[in-house]
């Protein structure tokens, strides 16, 4: 069976053309930015490298990433929404948010999700399938960021999340590799503050990564008692509250970061004021940014979102204890751009 040249970070690639290929080391740079940086796919294409050299990389490895299925687009939003195709015929989904000049695309690490979140639509109503590969999860960037050129749209992606379909930590070897991809400057050459990884709260191996690659963290905490946490999200008895707490300490921040905090407005069940003193609290060691996400129903959880005059309450308070917020008017949302909402409705055969 070939193997796809998309799995490969730059050293990996080394040893190849090393070691497959009887090849110099530098030729795995030539190939990384055919890949990377001129959006080649056909190995026949890669004209700074000699025919032989083709032919032996022809019987051995192959490109493959997932294909664009279908697009929405929201102009109230700026937001595109892209439901892709992978090579075994599954589905996984990218959000592209244009904001003036910042380009931000929400990516997916896996199909479905094992964490079944109640608030989220891929953990309770898509099946978990598998990890994606790491093709996969740089190919939504690479078909994503073509379709920007080849449509003549101007801006090109400059931020990138880990925020879409799964759980970055739990395929960490792929994430791990996708970002030394999207780092290198031979590759994509994104900066390291403009890629965010967001977790539910899985600790193995989180500031690891994090202070690996010196990139951002969002935590997607929603809750301040295990009680209630454990109750929506059953990652949390597995990692506590505290546990998760002390693993974001060991994170190293520079003067001007923080760690984004994550919190769902959820009504009457989080959104007390009494839940924001305990939030506080429970944060007061941390330097944190707190991001109130009114909640975006799903099918599986019957709540509602926090009223707009709680949400400011709630807000007012962290403000008042010097807590930067910000409160996330969920881009997408008329496309279907809840977690999952987009290949949901493919799967249901609804009409895009
Ligand atoms: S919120 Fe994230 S971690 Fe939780 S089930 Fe959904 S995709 Fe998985």
Redesign the pocket.
């Given at each position: 069976m070939k193997q796809n040249l998309l799995n490969f970070n730059l050293k990996e690639l080394e040893k190849i053309v090393i070691h497959n290929l009887n090849e110099p080391k530098f030729r795995a740079k030539q190939i990384f930015q055919w890949l990377y940086k001129k959006y080649t796919f056909n190995i026949n294409n890669f004209s700074n490298i000699s025919k032989s050299t083709k032919e032996k990389l022809n019987t051995k490895f192959e490109i493959k990433k997932p294909q664009i299925h279908h697009i929405s687009y929201c102009e109230q939003d700026n937001a595109y929404k892209f439901l892709l195709k992978t090579e075994d015929e599954k589905f996984i989904e990218s959000i592209l948010m244009i904001c003036n000049k910042r380009v931000t695309l929400c990516i997916s690490c896996m199909i479905g999700?094992p964490?079944?979140?109640k608030f989220?639509a891929?953990?309770n109503e898509l099946k978990f399938i598998r990890n994606l590969e790491v093709s996969e999860i740089v190919g939504q960037f690479l078909e994503i960021n073509k379709y920007l050129q080849k449509n003549k749209i101007k801006q090109k992606i400059t931020n990138i999340v880990f925020m879409g379909?799964?759980?970055p930590l739990l395929n960490i070897e792929n994430v791990t590799k996708t970002l030394e991809i999207l780092t290198n400057n031979d590759a994509i050459g994104i900066s390291k503050n403009k890629i965010t990884i967001s977790t539910?709260g899985i600790i193995q191996g989180l500031s690891e990564i994090i202070n690996k690659f010196g990139i951002k963290l969002a935590v997607?905490l929603h809750f301040t008692t295990d009680k209630q946490r454990s109750n929506f999200m059953p990652i949390n008895l597995k990692y506590p509250i505290k546990k998760l707490l002390e693993e974001i300490k060991k994170i190293s921040l520079n003067k001007r970061d923080y760690i984004t905090i994550e919190y769902l407005m959820l009504k009457n069940i989080n959104d007390t004021l009494n839940h924001a003193k305990k939030l506080v609290q429970i944060l007061s060691h941390l330097k944190v940014k707190i991001n109130l996400i009114p909640y975006n129903p799903t099918k599986t959880l019957s709540v509602k979102t926090s009223t707009e005059q709680q949400l400011n309450l709630f807000a007012k308070y962290l403000r008042s204890k010097f807590i930067p917020v910000t409160v996330r008017r969920s881009k997408g949302q008329k496309i279907k751009g809840g977690?999952g909402q987009f290949v949901l409705s493919k799967e249901n055969h609804e009409n895009f």
């Open positions: 999700c964490l079944k979140c989220c891929t953990g379909m799964g759980e539910a997607s977690c």
